[in-house]
């Protein structure tokens, strides 16, 4: 026993569970008298569980066998018996093991996994211990406990770990399934999902029409290729990290996501993806487990999510003691329709430049893009215009009587158009397609010179005349693009002209965004519905910015007012995810009604750690080597990104004591952050809408454990 606590097996379980030397540096032995259960057909063995540990159902489960010790029952030599058949061999062990059973649980106050040995008709439980289960069975046996008076709501909701919650709200791998895995990426977003592979969002959209299930294969994604994450059940990139595009957006839709997966080389010219001498061709199989990041091979077996009544009820006993509000990361109506069905009380962000990349408006957002001059720019946004509304409103319509905080264009806008090497491949296959038509010209000139008189020659040549000028035209866009991206290249984007610096740089993008959410707050507001319309500004780093950007709203919304002939109630905010934003707390509330931190570009400024580098190159060597304890990017660094988020709360308040303040990154969903944010009093959390559950429980954790 002692030497197996340096085993390779409990080292591994320890390392898995985050069980440091300091929580327990050693094991124990018991030395006790041994009792035989191989004396005769009057003794046997056996483990058994006080309910099931699948299902939680209220019933002994176990197996045992007769005239046998421990060791056979474990070690798989011969086959056991279910417990239920105890009545008909040994009925009077049967009622003493059914009474040890509610002795235990009444003693524990705790589903128990124990292990008995009956030698010659006497019953012996020789250990017993809290049984493991999975959610399903933990959230039934909490509710069914409490109403059987063993336990209270409070112990109810406490004997659950959060994250755990993940098992009942995602589709997740056949834990039976014996599978090796062909590639290892980052857990981007969980839950797992077979399909054919695909390389190009438009293939996946028309497989997908087919009635085939495909995983789009990408070496990373951009905003056009959104039609093809609808149509995948999952996503897979070969770069790219937690904040990718990739990984965003499948969380915002509750698809599995597997990012970064650097062992994968993608061929996107032959659509073809390598793994050693692994070669993934387009139609193969594979399965990704977005909550693990693994890669395999073929179609594993799932096992489908199970949103139980209990578990609504035991959430409901979480919203009663929380004292942090729990709301959505979400983007589209659809988003917060699902939002609602996970328990959110509102959206804490809507992403606007999400809006932008559906299959119609993208070329809208180029056309403005691509505008030379404000006046152009404004005509594009003129388009843009009625579309924003419309889903602004579909947003405050679904999400009323509860608050929607709308994030103003954040990204730098290269990001919405192909990349430099995307432009130089299809400028390359058009010139050689030019080439290729001129020819066929000249042969079409050449029959004409010769009057052949051949109507037949002559219908076929028309159309290519007419393609090579199609080809010309396109060469001229797209050479027009790929200087516009040159222009707009930047060495760090991250830390470039994206947020406010956009929004004053062009503020007619601002502009157009504040009128359509007040205009739709305005529609709203004439139908009689109680709605909370939340403006918040990314990128702050001085009050200067918050103010120019404030000038437009109150400018926009007093026109609109005078049209509809009262106030519009709406608030006005900003994101606090800038170093010197915390520093200037005090300043920017004079101007804003709430703060937004925005966790995951405060730890990327706090760390300089660029997220995707960090976590594909040094940080897991970082937490092997206990040089940081956690990666930031998963479990909010309290130390560092903490200390400054304290801080800008307290200079928040001292200025404005009504400020709500928010958190809306990535750590918004994690349990061990929430308890942080609840501790330096912040009023809500926010996060993609699957992990909201895990945000409820963990927000009642919080507030129990405080």
Known sequence: MFRSWMGKRAVDYRREFNITPDMANGTAVNVCTMVFGNRGDDSATGVAFTCNPATGENKLYGEYLVNAQGEDVVAGIRTPKPIDRLADEMPQMAKEIEELRQ????????????EFTIERGVLYCLQTRNGKMNAVAMVRTSVEMEKEGLISRYQALLRIVPDDLEQMLYPRLDPNARVTPLAQGLPASPGAASGHVVFDADRAEAEA???KTVILLREETKPEDIHGFFASKGILTSRGGKTSHAAVVARGMGKPCVAGAEGISVDVQLHEAFVGDTVIREGDLITIDGTSGKVYLGAVP????????????????????????VMANADTALDADRALKYGARGIGLCRTERMFNTTERLPVVIEMIMAETAEHRKQSLEKLLPMQRQDFQELFEVMAPYPVTIRLLDPPIHEFLPSEQQLKDDLLFL???????????????TLSLLKTGDAENEEFFMPQMVESRQVEEAIVKKETMLKKVKALYETNPMLGHRGVRLGITFPEIYEMQIRTI????????????????????????TAQELLYVKEIVDRVSGELEKELGHKLEFQFGTMIEVVRACMRADSLAKQANFFSFGTNDLTQAAFSFSREDAENKF??????????????????????????MELAVKWGRDQRPDLIVGICGEHGGHPQSIHFCHRIGLDYVSCSAPRIPVA???????????
């Open 302 to 325: 799932t096992v489908e999510a199970d949103f139980s009544a209990e578990l609504n009820i035991l959430l409901g006993w979480a919203d009663e003691v929380a004292r942090l509000s």
């Open 518 to 541: 007040l205009e739709a707050a305005m529609e709203c507001d004439k139908k009689g519905l109680e709605i909370h319309p939340k403006i918040k500004v990314p990128q702050v780093c």
């Open 431 to 445: 010139q050689q397609l030019r080439d290729s038509v001129r020819g066929l010209e000249v042969l079409s000139s």
């Open 696 to 706: 409820r429980l963990a927000a009642a954790h919080a507030a129990l454990t405080e």
């Open 209 to 211: 029409k087919k009635g």
């Open 103 to 114: 002795k235990l649980e009444a003693h524990y106050y705790e589903v128990q996994d124990f």
């Open 619 to 644: 940080l897991p060597l970082y937490n092997e080597r206990g040089i940081l304890q956690d990666n930031p990017f998963d479990v909010l660094d309290e130390k560092g990104v903490g200390k400054l």
